[in-house]
């Protein structure tokens, strides 16, 4: 069955330094990987969308990379700060049909100051 | 625009009563998405809209609930009766032309608590 697999603990980083966050992915074939972001009591904000024939995609700090290969996302948050404390969520498209969004359970980041 | 807006933000309900959650999509969008989220399952797709009509609601539980989409500017999502289960926080999105370039925009969602 399909399955999108993101850190489920939480991930601790010192203000400044690189954050990385994982997703994995088995039996699906994406069009596009989403990221976004969730901070508590609000829905999730959408950031950054990679394609399949993309292997890197940048916005301000942000980074992401796709890997079709090994099945995989890594989503790069540079000179973190405590504002960047939230949970992120990454997103899968299907390539077929009407293109269905489906979600990690998601990552909690803290920035520690 | 302010936004996809929902409502009540929060709702407590006793087993058994019918709870029927609101969503104003954002203008000019076609594509409305209702989904469940849980700390164990995280966010579950229910039904999606396209232009009102709906087009995947294989995520809908069971018989107890119900989508509609009357027009393009409100759509409401009903649990009849609710169960404990029920409880999570039920969020709305929308997005033009089914959101896989552009992503999706979520309301702030209804936190239901069925006691």
């Known amino acids: 069955s399909q399955k999108i697999e993101q850190n489920s603990e939480a991930l601790n980083i010192q203000e400044g330094k690189t954050a990385t966050l994982t997703c994995n992915y088995t039996n699906y074939s994406p069009a596009y990987l989403q990221w976004y972001r969730q901070d508590p009591g609000r829905g999730p904000v959408f950031l950054l969308l990679i394609r399949e024939n993309e292997k890197e995609k940048r916005k301000e700090r942000l980074k992401v990379t796709f890997d079709t290969t090994l099945k995989q996302s890594l989503f790069h948050i540079t000179a973190s700060q405590p504002a960047d404390s939230a949970t992120y969520l990454c997103a899968l498209v299907s390539s077929g049909g009407y293109q269905k969004v489906t979600f990690g359970i998601g990552t909690k980041l803290q920035v520690i100051p | 625009d302010a936004g996809v807006i929902q409502s009540p933000r929060h709702e407590v309900t006793e087993m058994g009563q019918e709870v029927t959650l609101r969503c104003k999509p954002i203008?000019?969008?076609?594509?409305l998405f209702w989904y469940r989220q849980t700390m164990m399952r995280g966010l579950e797709l229910l039904i999606y809209?396209?232009?009102?009509?709906?087009?995947?609601d294989s995520g809908m539980p069971e018989d107890r609930f119900s989508a509609k989409m009357p027009n393009a500017s409100f759509s409401t999502l009903k649990i009849q009766p609710s169960e404990p289960r029920d409880s999570a926080v039920y969020f709305c999105?929308?997005?033009?032309?089914?959101?896989?370039?552009?992503?999706?925009?979520f309301g702030s969602g209804t936190r239901l608590t069925v006691v």
């Open positions: 203008s000019g969008h076609n594509s």
């Open positions: 999105a929308s997005s033009f032309m089914g959101g896989s370039n552009y992503g999706y925009t």
């Open positions: 809209f396209n232009n009102n009509v709906p087009i995947d």
